[in-house]
């Protein structure tokens, strides 16, 4: 991607397992989308997360389900299935492409990461090729590094320098999904920290409890 603020639309988007989604994805997103002055953000539910790999995972059908029932109520959310739909493991750098073709050029990409998976980033497939795809949003998270950009300026110096990486502060949520499949595996309540429609849906369809 150009140096330079996008001349066209702002799009933000959001990828993960979403297993399941909760409402600190909700507030990530919506951090991001006021502060970048996005036109919407963009929910892409891993299909078979690579980083994951040998892990157990909810189906992508149940995972892609609650994910459009958490953004249902808000209309600068919305969800894409993409990764679900496509063969093998789940990468960003793919993503970014089939969205690259199906948008106008002008369009500007904003992948919003929290800034406790950029010690991975250099991982990822084709970290470099992503860094010209997208603008990379770093929401500072707890768990990760107290500057995130900075984490990424060490491999990633000319991105840093141009503006492709930008940090954007918000509130620090501390929701780990991880932690929410062993409340609910233990039958206890997680009102107040998922949508409601997603609990409803997790309680319907016995989900996290073996």
Same mark, same amino acid.
């Given at each position: 991607? %150009?140096?330079?603020?996008?001349?066209?639309?702002?799009?933000?988007?959001?990828?993960?397992?979403?297993?399941? @989604?909760?409402?600190?994805?909700?507030?990530?997103?919506?951090? %991001?989308?006021?502060? /970048?002055? /996005?036109? #919407?953000? +963009? &929910?892409?539910?891993?299909?078979?997360?690579?980083?994951?790999?040998?892990?157990?995972?909810?189906? $992508?059908?149940?995972?892609?389900?609650?994910?459009? +029932?958490?953004?249902? =109520?808000? @209309?600068? &959310?919305?969800?894409? =299935?993409?990764?679900?739909?496509?063969?093998? $493991?789940?990468?960003?750098?793919?993503?970014?492409?089939?969205?690259? #073709?199906?948008?106008?050029?002008?369009?500007? &990409?904003?992948?919003?990461?929290?800034?406790?998976?950029?010690?991975?980033?250099?991982?990822?497939?084709?970290?470099?090729?992503?860094?010209?795809?997208?603008?990379?949003?770093?929401?500072?998270?707890?768990?990760? @590094?107290? =500057?995130?950009?900075?984490?990424? %300026?060490?491999?990633? @110096?000319? $991105?840093?320098? #141009?503006?492709?990486?930008?940090?954007?502060?918000?509130?620090?949520?501390? &929701? #780990?999904?991880?932690? /929410?499949?062993?409340?609910?595996?233990?039958?206890?309540?997680?009102?107040?920290?998922?949508?409601?429609?997603?609990?409803?849906?997790?309680?319907?369809?016995?989900?996290?409890? =073996?």
């Amino acid at each position: 991607m %150009a140096d330079g603020e996008p001349s066209g639309r702002r799009i933000g988007i959001l990828g993960g397992t979403f297993d399941p @989604p909760h409402l600190g994805h909700l507030l990530i997103a919506e951090t %991001a989308r006021v502060a /970048l002055g /996005l036109e #919407s953000v +963009l &929910f892409v539910p891993a299909g078979e997360p690579w980083l994951k790999s040998g892990q157990r995972i909810t189906s $992508a059908t149940h995972r892609l389900r609650m994910v459009r +029932l958490a953004v249902a =109520d808000n @209309p600068d &959310f919305c969800v894409s =299935d993409c990764e679900i739909q496509r063969t093998g $493991a789940s990468y960003t750098v793919d993503t970014l492409r089939e969205l690259r #073709s199906s948008y106008p050029q002008d369009t500007g &990409f904003y992948f919003i990461v929290g800034s406790d998976v950029l010690d991975q980033f250099h991982r990822w497939k084709e970290p470099d090729c992503i860094l010209q795809l997208c603008r990379l949003a770093v929401i500072e998270r707890p768990g990760g @590094p107290d =500057d995130g950009v900075v984490v990424l %300026a060490e491999r990633f @110096p000319d $991105a840093v320098a #141009s503006g492709v990486v930008v940090s954007v502060a918000g509130p620090r949520v501390d &929701f #780990s999904a991880s932690e /929410l499949r062993r409340i609910l595996a233990e039958g206890q309540s997680v009102r107040y920290q998922v949508p409601d429609a997603v609990a409803e849906y997790i309680r319907q369809h016995g989900l996290y409890h =073996d």
